[in-house]
């Protein structure tokens, strides 16, 4: 297993790096600075870079088009222009707002650009014409960031009004506003697989927003970073996102388990932007200290470590994920009594080594300047989280089951008495789940309610039995409030 490192540095710029983007074919990376300056990086060390200067002021935004022959730079100059990515350098102008545009991007198709603008508007442009098409208003302030969803057929946009707004671009009308937020909104994004049903945003609150753009509701909040965060982009397989903020980190997140993976050190001051390329093996970002770093980020490769997948059903849960815990399960009175506990890790020492076989390993330590800083595996309760939260679904019952990967359906050697010989330490670990869990539960319930959730003791229960070589565990739960017992949960494990 190998952890990201930094592959390239590019330097070039006078002033802070505002944007990124990498051409499709991964052969080039773009950046744009609020030196006035765009610039196209080649790989090929024999090839130098492209310099194009036409904007009159600062440019805040670069994005290259869906096959590459095309490249967007937005201005403080209130113009966006498209370039010609060649030593030429040719470039046409679209009058786009009137104020600065902070924002381009084209729609999955290259056949509409959408602009964002501290005119409080956003606009879509047809291409090739460049014939304007529409104008969405309803943002009561500058509009940073904005993005088609993959389908185009919504929109999304984060504004200094400190909402993220939800656009459908066919009645061109706003279909719903986030206002969790507290702070400005720098960047929107949306998951590039699910029809534009997930989106990420983030803050200066220094958060990282996860929504449910169907329900129109806030999945998960994520208090991600110790300064300012300034940019959100998915990976393309949709399972990773990365932050960046003014803290001068990047960090990697693993969406599926709500944890980060990595955070990346680097760059000598605040970081404004970063980008996954379409091959998914590198990352560029950009900061304040005027350079574009390019990171090797692939991180499938980096992560080949086998899960553990249990299989849980339940007739009432909360729909989080969690990690592994450092305690080993005991019994189930002792696994009662610590749901009252937050579950957590220490944190990894550059001398740490590979935990006991309930833990994933911890990512060592980067061996130079560039630090790459592995996270401690815990996932706290929606009450005492200071990293991420998790809203709980609606009331209603739901089973949770944890995918099984495919391949693996191997038996294990069992015993005289019918069980498996890792028995213990696949029970341990699905006791472990259950308990974090159940600890979701009431934490979750003390928050919604404001009182002192408990569990019940004395009804609390597990039940063993081997049949025909499989261990079936049943975990009977009670929960009792001010006295009176109010809801039963029972876990089967087979």
């Avoid at 983030?202 to 929504?211: A, E, G, R």
Wanted: charged residues 20%.
């Amino acid at each position: 297993m190998t952890n990201p490192s930094l592959e390239r540095t590019f330097r070039g710029h006078k002033s802070a790096v505002t944007g990124v983007s990498f051409h499709p074919s991964v052969q080039q990376v773009a950046s744009c600075s609020l030196d006035g300056l765009v610039m196209v990086w080649n790989f090929k060390p024999q090839l130098r870079a492209f310099r194009f200067k036409g904007h009159g002021g600062p440019v805040h935004a670069v994005t290259f088009s869906p096959t590459g022959d095309v490249l967007a730079s937005a201005s403080q100059d209130r113009t966006v222009r498209l370039w010609t990515p060649t030593v030429r350098g040719d470039s046409v102008t679209i009058k786009a707002h009137a104020g600065a545009v902070r924002s381009v991007n084209f729609s999955a198709s290259g056949r509409e650009l959408l602009t964002a603008s501290d005119d409080m508007s956003l606009k879509v442009w047809a291409l090739p014409t460049r014939r304007f098409r529409c104008s969405l208003t309803g943002h009561s302030n500058w509009v940073r960031s904005a993005q088609f969803s993959p389908d185009a057929r919504r929109i999304a946009s984060g504004s200094d009004d400190k909402t993220v707004k939800l656009w459908d671009t066919e009645t061109k009308r706003c279909t719903h506003t986030f206002f969790e937020h507290s702070g400005i909104v720098n960047s929107v994004a949306f998951h590039p697989s699910d029809n534009g049903n997930t989106l990420a945003s983030c803050s200066y609150d220094k958060s990282v927003n996860l929504w449910d753009t169907r329900a129109g509701r806030l999945m998960h909040h994520y208090k991600a970073h110790e300064a300012s965060a300034t940019c959100v982009a998915f990976h393309p397989t949709g399972n990773y996102l990365l932050s960046t903020s003014h803290d001068n980190s990047i960090k990697l997140w693993d969406v599926r388990e709500g944890q980060v993976l990595y955070t990346l050190q680097g760059h000598d001051g605040a970081v404004n932007c970063a980008e996954f390329s379409q091959d998914c093996k590198l990352l560029a970002s950009g900061a304040v200290d005027s350079c574009v770093l390019v990171w090797e980020a692939d991180l499938d490769k980096c992560l080949q470590i086998e899960r553990p997948n249990p299989k849980v059903e339940a007739t009432t849960v909360v729909e989080e994920r969690r990690k592994s815990a450092s305690k080993k399960a005991g019994n189930c009175d002792d696994e009662a009594r610590a749901a009252n506990m937050p579950m957590s890790s220490p944190p990894p020492t550059p001398t740490s080594t590979v935990p006991t076989p309930q833990q994933k390993p911890q990512h060592p330590y980067a061996a130079s300047k560039y630090e790459v800083r592995p996270m401690s595996s815990t996932i706290r309760s929606p009450v005492s989280s200071d990293t991420a939260t998790s809203v709980p679904p609606p009331p209603p019952a739901m089973s949770l089951e944890t995918p099984k990967s495919p391949g693996r359906e191997t038996r294990s050697p069992t015993s005289q008495n019918g069980t498996t010989m890792n028995g213990r330490y696949s029970m341990d670990n699905t006791l472990q789940h259950i308990v974090g869990q159940l600890e979701i539960i009431t934490r979750t319930l003390e928050s919604l309610t404001n009182a002192d959730w408990r569990p019940f003791q004395k009804s609390n229960r597990l039940d063993i039995a081997a049949v025909n070589g499989h261990l079936d565990v049943c975990i009977y739960w009670r929960m009792q409030f001010q006295g009176n017992t109010q809801m039963w949960w029972s876990f089967y494990l087979d």
